[in-house]
């Protein structure tokens, strides 16, 4: 007996498909995004045909939403310069409707980020990307499927969770994406490079299902192919940008582990 | 019939008289730059020869530029702190005759930003370093070579534009340089790197032309050198920042394209 | 005649050991660090065995360092922000007796500084860790092995001076470490590095003298072995995070150059 083909079949021509629109557009997404990872992040982007802006000022994070092609909300370092800018870039998101992604870094360990990670995810973000501990801080549960699943169609979000095996939910489909290098792990900010290149997807593709599965398929790829050169996790690090930088839709279809 | 010997024609022997100058010295070059760039634009002025130092508090960034040797003023991620940080250190810039460089990042993008920028203008820095897109923004025109003269000879300054030709005008003179690669724009603060080179060559130079030639030749011909090693965007960063430390006046000479 | 073993003896052996234990418990080292180091700190920790947090923001850093096994607190591009930030995380340090380190970066530049970093330095870091110029900023005097012994006697603390040869004092011990690279001195953020270095062994070991000395020939016999492939200061700031990961305690006894 066969099984039915999932809609999760498609996925990896579907990514190789983005990823050239990608590159063809060259949207700029603008990032909320950490102390930490502002560098990485804008590296990230750059390498898989991006333009990023990262001003975080309130004065300035308005405007620079308003043109943008999609916007990176991540938590970390979280203080009130951040809280402030990503209520006004939330807020101007919505009303030019730019797709955003939430990243609620790190809310298992701090109550009052985690209570405004709810608030937010209540906004409608197109996706929320996050860890298992972290989804269990946002939504009080642990992070099996059919959890994210209910998470998912309760939000109208799609749920992206990074793992060993990451799962990327709507409510109605699911994929799993067992790409990726244990090096991961190692390198700052690469769970928020995970979330700035779905951001970079949701530019160009409106089903968030498909741009969130095309983004950690890309960086799961892309992390694979830098194991091999790297010996250690700072290599790796320039390897996986320097793979976001050269893999082609071909090598999606042909490294893609997802199901 | 010979040309006549333009103006740029002994940059590149003065080029390498300067970074081997730059090297004996090891001047202090402080910078208020986005938090994006701080931290590769440290590891560049490190690199060349320099010594940076990047406090933007209020509070110390006056004592900090008194000492210092050229001044660095970056309008990336610009919000509150930097603006008032930015006051201090250009006033006490100004008092010390410390010189500075002004890079006014994306004001494209942001009209307070570029109303902030022009009123900077007006204060005397040694050099305006930007691109097309921020030029026309400061200048309220293009940035063709008539263009650059004007808006220097007016301001007293020097404009240097970076772009596949890079020009550098002072209202008299003008070099076109045409090192680099294409890499270049695939690495974040790449620009601001090239700001913070004429600070440290504005540091050992008073000849602001001359200085805003030598930090963008130095800059081309590293990343033409870095180019050759790397496999993308993120390898090219690590190669660029290994060959500023190891090019010396000779390859300067032997690799620069400037007319 | 023979010597007598100085205490130090058996340093390289127990750090071996304490590199194990590391390894084995992946303490969670808390950050209130610069701006331009905190990507590079986070990098380090995690290469090392460590889970890094780098959140400053008043809101939340005290129930980060409640939790953490270990804080650094390193006072460079010192803000407003940042002051607080430090207020309430030694505060939080010392009511759950969470060891911490104090790094006084470039207190000799500012005066301010250097006095709120004499405040701290009551307030029983474990370990100072400094350079030559920030101690005569710290103590009044310049860093000879009695005014270190002197200085860390009086503080009951441990001093880790850095340098060509690095000196670790408790007052009664002294630790004289040559191992090290000279590319070392020209990576931002290094220094930084062999402050969170010697934060995760106090996660680790109690004896804070032994700590600071594990953490220093550490990044020393890193730094060593970096060297050797290393092409320029990117290079090598890339292999010697490469070489935190991978060396072990072999490599650790092997190369030890301590007395």
Not at 89 to 103: F, G, N, R, S
Not at 185 to 214: H, N, Q, Y
């Amino acid at each position: 007996m066969h099984e039915l083909n999932p809609p999760s079949g498609d996925l990896p021509q579907h990514a190789a498909a983005l990823l050239e629109r990608l590159r063809a557009r060259g949207p700029r997404v603008h990032c909320v995004t950490n102390a930490v990872a502002q560098n990485f992040t804008a590296n990230v982007l750059l390498a898989a045909g991006c333009v990023p802006s990262m001003t975080i000022s309130p004065e300035e994070v308005g405007q620079f939403v308003a043109g943008a092609d999609a916007l990176l909300v991540n938590l970390g370092t979280f203080d009130k310069e951040r809280r402030e800018a990503v209520e006004i870039a939330v807020e101007v998101a919505t009303q030019h409707k730019v797709p955003w992604v939430l990243d609620p870094v790190l809310i298992n360990r701090s109550p009052s980020r985690a209570a405004f990670a709810r608030g937010l995810a209540e906004r409608a973000p197109k996706v929320v990307r996050l860890n298992a501990a972290e989804f269990a801080a946002l939504a009080g549960r642990d992070g099996n499927r059919e959890a994210l699943s209910s998470f998912a169609g309760q939000h109208g979000t799609v749920v992206a969770l990074s793992g060993k095996t990451d799962l990327v939910s709507d409510g109605k489909r699911i994929a799993a994406i067992t790409n990726g290098d244990s090096l991961m792990a190692k390198v700052t900010a690469m769970g928020c490079a995970g979330s700035a290149l779905i951001a970079a997807f949701l530019a160009v593709e409106p089903d968030a299902w498909r741009a969130a599965s095309a983004g950690l398929l890309l960086l799961g790829i892309a992390g694979e192919l830098a194991a091999r050169e790297a010996k250690g996790p700072a290599s790796f690090a320039v390897a996986i940008v320097d793979c976001l930088h050269t893999v082609d839709g071909k090598a999606i279809v042909q490294h893609a582990r997802v199901n």
